[in-house]
């Protein structure tokens, strides 16, 4: 008997699982894809509408891992009134360039149709269904049960063997909530139709730099003026256009610095030493900031010595690594640190404390399930910021647009330290905040902090949550903080009442309490190489059975 495999959300998650399933050559089996929206292949981050033409991708090339062809190999390929169109310079097509979003979309949907016709050349039964959006899931003993709702509106049921919800962000499909309060920055059209006037985004990162890139190029245009650099230009009757950014701190995040890849091994704080703490079977993080702390002079002496770190416990470190940045101006701090990115980039110059945080976030990542409730408020709080802020760093041209935007006089950044608040229901729309003893009124505000960890409330199947098998990770939490939900190491739900491979969750905002730093392509291909390899062996088994089962029949 032919088993079965659902795919539930069509994006880069599916894509990585589904070739890496494919590159282990197994039996054939009926695979059936369910996607929302009307094309398969592209995933809400890299979608038209979504995201405005002029959003770059967070990621370089060099970084995105190979499918059917490499991105670079796929650009090289196509025309070039295509890549005109898509927003890039033929000539000047690289293996750490940024792209825009929509290029990447163009690109997955392209592998998505390769990936297919190698399933079917293979024997594999095809079946996608867009258009279609799965409200609901059961778990019975010998298959999991999908309802389904087609573009009709009509709810039908589809039994699988295996089953794998890869649903990617989660964000309302209408941001504005209450009149000029938008609680996501996309889809980007929405933003669209927002007149000049003053506007607040909560966030200074890269979601709050899509917000203001898309408000930007509604009421302007950014002209790049060769060896003068960038400019923007507000369109005429704009005057009242401005936007304020606002963090705690105040950051702006920094330019994409230069780094050898792939990454060089650690040689203190290490996988290996991780493993060896969490089976110490005492407390982690600690121990782990004191390994970190030993990597980080070993790399970098000067910067050691200059932070005094050494000495300096985790909360300490925090309030350390950014205090320079803190006290000075966020543009100015931009100027120079984009100007120093360049210079590295031209003579392939790599920070060594840079470098050395950002290989371990990874390793470090392997303690966070193993936290008890204090140390993983302590870790979010002091710890997990260093390292967002030292990979999340974004494309050179987006420094360079925020800089135009301020020198323009339409843009600021506003520290709104701690004790800050948001009155979002007032009776003429917007929002105000109250922070530092000031109140600024938006009559637009746009949430743009990014994904949160979700609980399982928020879970999207409901029989899942009454049936036991999905639940929150950490019952009794720190209020306020979320730890997503219960599953193990290989992305099945911890539960006894479901068989270990019928399903795997690989939706992302249900897995950010445990696996903190797995927003991104990366991420994607990582997550679906471990669920590849249990799905490949699920379907020899089932071969295995089967034929040991025919050969006692005729042994009969």
């Known amino acids: 008997m032919t088993r079965s495999i659902a795919f539930v959300g069509a994006g880069p998650t599916t894509i990585y699982t589904l070739h890496a399933l494919l590159d282990q050559s197994p039996p054939p089996f009926a695979l059936t894809i369910f996607e929302e929206q009307p094309t398969a292949g592209r995933g809400t981050p890299y979608r038209p509408g979504w995201n405005d033409p002029a959003m770059l991708s967070n990621i370089a090339s060099i970084e995105i891992p190979a499918l059917e062809t490499t991105l670079i190999d796929w650009l090289r390929a196509q025309p070039a009134s295509r890549l005109v169109a898509l927003g890039i310079d033929p000539e000047e097509i690289g293996e750490r360039t940024f792209y825009p979003r929509l290029a990447l979309g163009d690109f997955f949907t392209d592998q998505f149709q390769a990936l297919l016709e190698r399933a079917k050349a293979r024997g594999i039964s095809v079946d996608v269904r867009t258009r ?6 059961v778990s019975e003993p010998d298959a999991m049960v999908l309802s389904v709702r087609s573009r009709s509106g009509t709810i039908s049921e589809a039994r699988f063997d295996h089953v794998v919800l890869a649903t990617g962000h989660q964000w309302p499909e209408n941001p504005e909530v209450r009149p000029g309060y938008y609680l996501s920055p996309w889809p980007a059209s929405a933003l669209a139709d927002i007149v000049p006037t003053r506007i607040g ?4 990162s890269l979601s709050a730099i899509d917000a203001a890139v898309a408000l930007a ?8 003026d060769g060896g003068a650099g960038l400019r923007y230009e507000p369109a005429a009757g704009t005057e009242a256009f401005h936007m304020t950014m606002m963090s705690r701190k105040g950051l702006l995040p920094e330019a994409d610095f230069f780094a050898p890849l792939p ?4 040689s203190i704080c290490t996988p290996e030493a991780m493993e060896a703490l969490i089976t110490a079977d ?6 782990a900031f004191a390994l970190f702390k030993q990597e980080l002079i070993a790399a970098d002496p000067d910067y050691a010595a200059r932070t005094g770190i050494a000495r300096l416990e985790l909360e300490d470190f925090c309030e350390t690594y950014f205090a320079d940045r803190a006290e000075a101006d966020p543009f100015a701090w931009a ?3 984009l100007a120093e990115a360049r210079h590295n980039y031209e003579t392939e110059h790599t920070v060594p404390w840079r470098y050395a945080i950002l290989r371990m976030h990874e390793v470090l990542a ?3 399930p193993h936290l008890d409730t204090e140390e993983y408020r302590r870790f979010a709080k002091h710890f997990k910021p260093v390292f967002v802020d030292d990979y999340a760093t974004v494309p050179h041209e987006s420094i360079e647009r925020m800089i135009a935007l301020h020198r323009a006089g339409k843009l600021d950044v506003l520290a709104i330290g701690d004790d800050y608040r948001i009155d979002s229901h007032r009776p003429e729309g917007g929002a105000l905040v109250m922070a530092q003893g000031e109140r600024h009124a938006f009559p637009v505000f746009i949430e743009a902090t990014g994904q949160r960890p979700l609980q399982a409330k928020s879970f999207p199947f409901p029989s899942l949550l009454q049936q036991g098998i999905v639940r929150d990770a950490a019952p009794g939490a720190a209020p306020g903080i979320s730890r997503g939900i219960a599953i193990d ?19 992302l905002p249900f897995l950010l309490g445990r696996h903190p730093f797995i927003q991104g392509i990366t991420s994607s291909h990582e997550m679906g190489l471990v669920v590849a390899e249990q799905l490949a062996a699920a379907l020899a088994s089932d071969r295995s059975a089967a034929r040991h089962s025919d050969e006692g029949e005729i042994a009969a």
């Open 335 to 337: 100027e120079a640190n």
């Open 282 to 287: 005492g407390l982690l993080l600690d121990p």
């Open 366 to 368: 392997l303690i966070v």
């Open 489 to 507: 190491d290989l992305f099945h739900p911890v539960s006894d009442d479901i068989p270990e491979d019928q399903l795997f969750c690989l939706s």
């Open 217 to 224: 190029v509604s009421h302007g245009a950014f002209v790049d």
């Open 201 to 204: 985004i909560r966030g200074t």
């Open 263 to 266: 990454y060089e091994p650690l």
């Open 132 to 137: 279609c959006r799965v409200v609901d899931a």
